[in-house]
């Protein structure tokens, strides 16, 4: 058959009659949908209450707060009850996102490290009262380099921990932290954890002052992690000699976040964008206006 003739029966042919031919589907372009989040520390300078946070949060347009476990114990000690904290949050259609808490589980030291778990054990407890489904597991209470078994192993166990109280542990590094400061290291006990519901917890200031960059983040499925502490980093500073208080608004800075944005649309899914922030700048400005400051210019890029 002359090859135009073949063309004209091919395209005449009715759908039925290509089944022995295979067809390459339309690319299925990935929807990221992103939700956020005000980290508690952006405002704390101006001592807000508990209900004041919520309120604060509700108004500048956040979807929900990352609460410190001191925060909740505050709270409980000024009389009131988790009931009426998890009501709060429902009236003002807040979620508890994530919890920011210092229990030394990772510690080398058996007994620092049985603490911990009795630590988390008890803050598990009371994030699940209100309604909180996930932790912050930073490494505090290690001291000189991680064994990577070893932390895995105990890793392993919090999750375990976790799945039973209904709390997950966000595994979380810090950049200035030395046994614990690269995204290489965070990412070398998750997989040694080899467990499905392992999660790590990424923070642009962290990934920058630690030396992990943020090239590394395109490595990353879409759910090898949940929540993004989302900042920036002055321009003209030595990157070991930054500290938690010079991060400043997204935008402000030098990080790349149209690049890192794009990263994470190509994920998929949903991730929730935490502004967290220690700038004592910022905290002596009003909370309200720091916050709302703080969500514009997190979607000037996501």
Known sequence: MKRRNLLKTIALAPVTLTSGVTLASPEVKKSTDFKYSLNTSTIRGQKPTVPQ????AAEAGYDGIEIWINEIEGYISSGKSL????????????SAFNAIGFAPWMAQNPEKSKQGFAQMEKEMGMLAEIGCERVAAPAIGSEGQINV?????????????GKRMGVMPQLEFWGAFEPFHNLS???SV???????????????????RGGSGFNALKLLSGDAFDILHVNDIPSGRNRVELGDKDRVY????????????????SNGGTKILSLELFNETYWAQDPL????????KIKKFF
């Open 149 to 161: 078994e070893e932390s895995a192993e105990k890793y392993n166990e919090l999750i375990e921990l």
């Open 53 to 56: 946070i919520i309120e604060i």
């Open 250 to 265: 997204p935008g402000d800075g030098i990080a790349p976040l149209d690049e890192i944005s794009d990263i994470l649309k």
């Open 289 to 296: 206006s720091v916050a709302k400051t703080g969500i514009e």
């Open 185 to 187: 290291q965070c990412l």
């Open 190 to 208: 998750a997989v040694a954890a080899n467990n499905p519901d392992a999660k790590i917890l990424p923070d642009i200031y962290h990934l920058y």
């Open 83 to 94: 009931a009426s904290l998890k009501t709060l949050l429902a009236d003002a259609k807040i």
